[in-house]
């Protein structure tokens, strides 16, 4: 008997050693086929089914299934990825968990909220800042002026009030002003390509930011002296403070923008010798720019000048169109999107000649939340009120900020990134709406290292086998049977009862975010002396 | 309204008594007695449960920390089967029966009632002052009778919504007045020659109250001095016709009576065997009898086992040939003299009469040669699994007896297990020689306890002769056999999932290959194969394999057990050559419909599928019900009528199949309860255009992608009604039910019939039609249960489904 057996994977012959699986051989042939509910060096438990192959006909797992001689292995097809599609969205329709947090998901910068808060909480404020600034081109436009819509979905409202993300935003900014740092975003390597903006309104500024940061080399063309558009009006209103808005410019300048002040298009310069210069051109012009459409040879419709949404792509090649000349936008965190969004789209056509909108990574959906979920959760956030600043500036103080922060519950997904149910949901395309269901939302951060959220759990039994190898005193278990099975230590101990010395191994195992490490959340809340907890905010078991 | 709610007596005795039992006493006596080992797990498990009717922590704890079983396995395993509870019980457990025959019934209404009647709130399933337990069990094998529940040890059928009052009643009562009693399971021995008065005792006759007759003949046989043994035998097959006696007189033909009471008994054995004096007058209760005597030709089952091959001859016997069931009504189970009488054993003997090395091939070719294929679904030749097995290495090797049967529909293998506990253990014997195994295991589900009992009993008598154990039959190879109690898991039918339960784990399946016979129990070469399958292989043996192969069909040799039921006239037990057709079983054994047309059968339970009446011609055999989308399974036949709703049926069998999924893959623990969430929707009036197509696509992909048979058969029976009865998808996605059975598509109405008798009122259970004498009566809809009382109780026929 050899010692190899020969088969083929979509066509393609591999020989793999006697009594591997065809997901090693398909591995060897750099075949990906996405697992779950593998681990190496533990026995197959075949359950997720998203590894399925098609062999003589069956729809069989690959990660279980023995390499034979000459076995014919069907991969590649849309049958299978038909099949594998199907398992991962019954496996979201029965996932309670929200990869990006509700407040992330809406707030139109995709700005990482609880990240943010994290860092505050931790009192790391320039890696908030970070954060801030790497996805809001203008964040003390917003830090000041955003109607905040973030807050209409954090989930703590519906325990007591909405985390004060905005005000947070101000705190960073305001830090930053008297720490007199300018915090700029990662740039991309520098692209050969060059870039104009008509126009410096908070939509142009948003282009430019997001050209410059795209590698690009960017000018900024406006009609006046000293750039801001409709945000000028907002210093002379006295809602935004008018040195906020020079830091928000200078900002742009020290990424790379090359401002060009005084020139009107169709006047100082012209379209045609926009194009010739540049590569790629991105009209910010303004509610005027609505008439100017004819004149420059563009397309119009009802509501303005005519743009492709999400791209901004006008009829001519290479140029790109957003702001209030397109559409009228409701707030300035909308506006800066939609600048921020055109920047991205003729970013993409510089690369590839083909102007993509911003991809938006996969995200599971909790949906509406009950207050009678909450409580568990309760017992990673602090418990307290609202916190308002105190000072007539409106600005908090740093301790103010930190325990404002510590009342994020933190809805986002301590794995996202790492997690593989997440990845493959982006990867073939699901659609988490074909099936309907929801999970009761929890957690068990009773005491202990690690974390579980049951509603994340699918189930794989990895960190079962694990616990038992580890001959853990009470380890975990599959409880019930059915639909209804879950993960759990025995006795409804707490899980990390069950995983008194498994538990990093377990957390690194688990393919999803169901288990996770308390210290991945925050430090625990800072002193919250100050703040006296009313019956209201207090955790059951406080 | 009027007060709806039983007036019970206070519970006497009933408040858990005070004082907190001897938890660590009670753990340590049942490790002492099952053992420590991991292995001991569920034995242990249904020991304390049987101790306290639960599973009390603190006694788990206790088994957790004193021995090997570790407290992630006790939780993992408890929580598993369905047996287990980690509540008190109340003091009497009510198991209604949520079987096809009684669903079809109206089983729903039946259960929907009890509830309110009991006042046990939604979700729980004992009242509040612990009186009584509600249990749904799969089916209780009186199908005949659906729809069935059982109180205690008592059982009442033909149940209808506004006869529960009265029911609980007559329970209640009749347990003060309840004497202990007797037993009837030692072996009654009738001297050779004598006459004898033959009672069916299996678990279904004793439902219908054989056990009570038994005695009551025992009594006048007493009290008469008549010369005449009175003998318990198994199954008789005629379940719709129970109790059953049969009169045997050497020399005479038997005479049989039907749904006998014992009321009848002194009368019989009078008739009988007191002639000498012809002035014993008779009585009401003879009189009634005489009436119910029956001649026909249903009643004579006790042709003897088939004579001749020739299938001209199989279908003169009324279509049934017996095989499995060989000597059936004849024999006392446990009646090894007799079993010895009636050729048992010489089968064995004949394996063993063959040189050692020769043997297994031998046998193997026999089998082989009569084409057998296993009964327990899927049809599997068995002359190649047993050669796999045998063609394994290594000392040792098991063979199991897959006496699981969870079918909500069927119960062959429990009467075959209760009526020939010798035979099926002569064709494992056999069948232990055929693949060198030196233990067998018979795998029998927890709620046949009679089944276990005579399974039990069988095997220690062979052992007290010295047949079982050192030596097989005294002068073979060794063979110990022993019995593992099933907690509560259809699922542990799949044979991957019964092996990690013999090895005290849950019970969930894996993936083959490796099939059991590679690799089963304890990772050896195991052989399994069905109880109707091993009770074949004897005469198979005996009369040689080409006699079976005359039997049956191209590809389905021999014959097969059915449980028939639902819309029949004649419903049973019954054994017929592979090969008939379905309109044969129906309309020639069966009697066709009970009453109008039968449309449609059920074939093979939760992973088969229906079977439009216009393709009744179809011969019963394992590739042409596959071509149909249905499968033989375990042999349930159900014949639907006009008032079935196909819809219905679809989402009965799929919620049982997604109850009991084992829920570890994907596709069958989400996919099958997404199927039936579009199914309720659909049934609730709530479906959406693209559902059907829906539930296609989804259930072609569980069937692909499930990990074992259950999840692959599960949209089976959806997937044939689709594809069969689609109009009636349709019709339920325009709001209408054309069976009228979807409550929520369904209203009642009076109409101008109503002569204003106000016996509807009288009878709703919820007050929903007010008491308007000699005018026309309104049903309040919006109280209104649609439990059916009210059109069933009218006698002008003045209600109607709309
Ligand atoms: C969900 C499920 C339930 C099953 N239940 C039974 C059962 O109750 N009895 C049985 O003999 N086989 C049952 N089987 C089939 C067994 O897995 C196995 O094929 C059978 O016992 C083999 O015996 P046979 O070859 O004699 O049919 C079931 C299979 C599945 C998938
Ligand atoms: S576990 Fe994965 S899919 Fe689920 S919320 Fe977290 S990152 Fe998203
Ligand atoms: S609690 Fe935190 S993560 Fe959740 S929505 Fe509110 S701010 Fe966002
Ligand atoms: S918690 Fe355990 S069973 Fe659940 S997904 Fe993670 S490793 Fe798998
Ligand atoms: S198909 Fe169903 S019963 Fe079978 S392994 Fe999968 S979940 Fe369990
Ligand atoms: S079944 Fe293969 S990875 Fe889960
Ligand atoms: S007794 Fe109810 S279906 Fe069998």
Redesign the pocket.
């Given at each position: 008997m050899s010692s190899t057996v020969t088969l083929t994977i979509d066509g393609r012959t591999v020989e793999a050693p006697q009594g591997a699986t065809v997901l090693e051989a398909a591995r060897m042939l750099g075949v990906e086929i996405p697992t779950l509910c593998h681990f190496p060096g533990l026995p197959p438990s075949a359950s997720c089914l998203v590894c399925l192959v098609k062999i003589d006909g069956r729809m069989v797992p690959s990660c279980a299934t023995v390499a034979e001689e000459g076995m014919k292995v069907e991969s590649e097809t849309e049958e299978v990825f038909e099949a594998r599609r199907t398992a991962l969205e019954l496996l979201l329709s029965d996932h309670t968990g929200d990869c990006l947090a509700p407040c992330h998901r809406i707030c139109p910068a995709q700005l990482n909220i609880p990240l943010m808060l994290r860092h505050i909480q931790n009192g790391q404020v320039e890696k908030a800042l970070q954060t801030l600034c790497g996805a809001v081109s203008l964040p003390g436009a917003t830090a000041w002026l955003c109607p905040a819509p973030c807050e209409k979905g954090c989930r703590r409202g519906v325990w007591d009030a909405p985390t004060a993300i905005r005000d947070e935003e101000r705190f960073l900014v305001q830090t930053e002003l008297e720490k007199g740092w300018t915090v700029l975003p990662e740039k991309d390597p520098p692209l050969e390509r060059t870039a104009a903006v008509v126009g410096a309104g908070p939509t142009g500024l948003a282009a430019a930011w997001r050209l410059a940061r795209g590698g690009a080399r960017t000018v900024l063309f406006h009609r006046g002296e000293k750039g801001g558009g409709s945000l000028r009006a907002e210093t002379k209103r006295g809602t935004l403070p008018a040195e906020v808005l020079e830091h928000e410019l200078a900002r742009l300048r020290a990424l790379g923008v090359e401002f060009c002040p005084r020139t009107e298009l169709g006047k100082d310069v012209s379209l045609e010798a926009l194009r010739e210069e540049f590569d790629a051109v991105i009209l910010a012009l303004g509610p005027s720019g609505r008439e100017q459409a004819g004149r420059l040879g563009l397309a119009s419709g009802p509501a303005g000048l005519r743009a492709k949404p999400h791209t901004g792509e006008t009829d001519l090649p290479g140029v790109f169109a957003a702001g209030a000349a397109v559409k009228r936008t409701p707030h300035i965190a909308r506006t800066l999107a939609e600048g921020q969004n055109a920047g991205e789209a003729a970013i993409a056509w510089l690369r590839t000649g083909r102007a993509a909108a911003p991809a938006r990574p996969f995200s599971s959906m909790t949906g509406r939340v009950e207050r009678k979920e909450l409580p568990d959760f309760l017992r990673l956030a602090g418990r307290i009120p609202r916190v308002s600043p105190a000072s007539e500036t409106g600005v908090f103080r740093p301790a103010e900020a930190r325990a404002e922060a510590s009342r994020c519950l933190h809805c986002d997904c301590r794995s996202v990134g790492a997690c593989k149910l997440q990845r493959y949901a982006e990867q073939y395309g699901v659609n988490p709406k074909r099936f309907s269901g929801r999970q009761r939302m929890e957690i068990d951060a009773r005491r202990g290292e690690a974390l579980f959220e049951p509603g994340k759990c699918i189930l794989c039994g990895i960190c079962v086998q694990i616990a038992e190898r580890a001959r853990e005193e009470l380890g975990l278990t599959f409880i019930g049977r059915g639909f209804d099975v879950r993960i759990g230590a025995p006795f409804s101990d707490a899980i990390a009862d069950g995983l008194r010395r498994a538990a990093r191994e377990c957390v690194a195992a688990c393919p999803t975010g169901a288990l996770t490490l308390r210290e991945e959340t925050a430090v625990p809340p800072p002193s919250l002396d100050r703040f006296s907890p009313t019956p209201e905010n207090r955790a059951p078991d406080a | 309204m009027k007060p709806s709610v039983l007036d019970l007596p206070p519970a006497a005795g009933l408040a858990p008594s005070e004082a907190e039992p001897d938890w660590t006493r009670a753990a340590e006596e049942i490790l002492d007695q099952c053992g420590r080992d991991r292995k001991a797990l569920i034995p242990v498990l249904q020991a304390v449960q049987e101790r306290f009717g639960w599973l009390p922590e603190p006694v788990l704890r206790h088994i957790a920390a004193h021995s090997d079983i570790t407290p992630a396995a006790i939780v993992g395993v408890a929580t598993f089967y369905d047996m287990f509870r980690f509540r008190p019980a109340g003091r009497h457990t009510i198991r209604v029966c949520r079987g096809t025959a009684c669903h079809v019934a109206g089983a729903e209404r039946i259960e929907a009632e009890l509830r309110r009647l009991l006042k046990i709130p939604p979700g729980d399933d004992t009242d509040p002052e612990r009186r009584f337990t509600i249990e749904p069990v799969a089916c209780l094998g009186c199908c005949t009778l659906a729809p069935v529940m059982k109180i205690d040890e008592r059982t009442y059928g033909r149940l209808s919504p506004e006869k529960l009052p009265g029911v609980i009643r007559q329970f209640l009562a009749d347990e003060e007045t309840r004497a202990a009693r007797r037993s009837t399971e030692e072996p009654r021995r009738a001297a050779a020659g004598k006459p004898e008065i033959r009672v069916g005792l299996g678990s279904c006759c004793m439902a219908k109250g054989s056990g009570r007759l038994f005695h009551a003949l025992e009594d006048a046989v007493e009290r008469l001095e008549a010369d005449v043994a009175v003998k318990r035998v198994g199954c008789v097959g005629m379940c719709h016709r129970t109790p059953m006696v049969e009169i045997s007189v050497p020399g005479r033909e038997s005479v049989f009576y039907t749904g006998v009471s014992p009321d009848d008994a002194a009368a019989i054995v009078e008739r009988h065997f007191k002639p000498r004096d012809p002035l014993v007058r008779l009585t009401e209760g003879w009189r009634r009898f005489l009436d119910r005597l029956l001649n026909d030709e249903e009643a004579k089952p006790g042709e003897g086992a088939m004579d001749s091959a020739d299938p001209a001859v199989s279908r003169f016997l009324g279509r049934q040939a017996h095989i499995a069931t060989e000597h059936f009504g004849r024999l006392d189970p446990l009646d090894l003299e007799e079993y010895l009488a009636h050729e048992g054993f010489q089968a064995l003997g004949r394996c063993l009469e063959k040189e050692e090395t020769s043997r297994p091939a031998w046998i193997a070719d026999q089998i082989e040669a009569s084409g057998l294929r296993g009964r327990g679904g899927a049809g599997f030749p068995a002359g190649r699994k047993w050669r796999a097995v045998q063609a394994q290495p290594g000392p040792v090797k098991y063979v199991i007896c897959n006496g699981d049967e969870g079918d909500p529909g069927a119960f062959m293998d429990r009467m075959l297990l209760e009526s020939f506990p010798y035979r099926i253990i002569e064709g494992m014997a056999i069948a232990a020689l055929a693949v060198g195994a030196r233990e067998g295991i018979f795998y029998i589900r927890r709620e046949y306890p009679l089944a276990v009992h005579r399974v039990r009993a069988a095997i220690g008598e062979l052992e007290r002769r010295g047949w079982l154990g050192e030596r097989l039959l005294g002068k073979g190879p060794p063979l110990r056999i022993r019995i593992a109690e099933g907690a509560g898991a259809f699922?542990c039918g799949e044979e991957t999932a019964l092996i990690a339960s013999i090895e005290g784990r849950r019970g969930?399946?894996r993936l083959r290959p490796p099939f059991p016979a590679q690799s089963g129990l304890d990772g050896k070469p195991t052989l399994i194969n069905n109880v109707e399958t091993f009770a074949l292989v004897p005469w198979i043996i005996r009369r040689g394999p080409d006699r079976f192969a005359a039997i049956g069909s191209k590809n389905s040799k021999g014959t097969k057990v059915f449980a028939l039921a639902g819309a029949v006239k004649r419903g049973g037990l019954i054994e017929v050559p592979m090969g008939v057709t379905i309109r044969e079983i129906v309309e020639e054994i069966g009697g066709g419909a009970r009453e109008g047309r039968w449309k449609a059968v059920q074939i093979g339970g939760p992973s088969g599928g229906c079977v439009p009446e216009r393709l009744a011609d179809t011969p019963i055999d394992y590739d042409s019900l596959r071509e149909l989308g249905a499968i033989m399974g375990s042999g349930s036949l159900v014949v639907l009528d006009e008032r079935t709703c196909m819809v219905d049926i679809a989402r009965y069998f799929l919620r049982f199949t997604q109850d009991q999924?084992?829920?570890?893959?994907t596709f069958?623990?989400i996919g099958s309860k997404r199927m039936l969430e579009i199914l309720d929707r659909i049934c609730e009036g709530r479906g959406r255009s693209g559902d059907l197509e829906e539930l296609e696509q989804l259930g072609r992909q569980i069937s692909a992608g499930?990990?074992?048979g259950?999840?692959k058969t599960a949209p089976n029976p959806v997937l044939t009604t689709l594809r069969y009865f689609r109009d009636e998808y349709e019709a339920h996605l325009q709001g209408r039910c054309p069976a009228g059975k979807c409550t929520a598509l369904i209203r009642y109405v009076v109409t101008d019939r109503c002569v204003g008798c106000t016996l509807c009122a009288q009878h709703c259970p919820v007050g929903a039609i007010p008491m308007t004498p000699y005018r026309k009566h309104e049903i309040n809809d919006d109280l209104c249960t649609r439990c059916d009382t009210c059109r069933t109780v009218c006698p002008y026929e003045a209600v109607e489904i709309r």
């Open positions: - | 699922v969930t399946p999924s084992c829920g570890k893959c069958c623990r499930s990990l074992c259950l999840g």
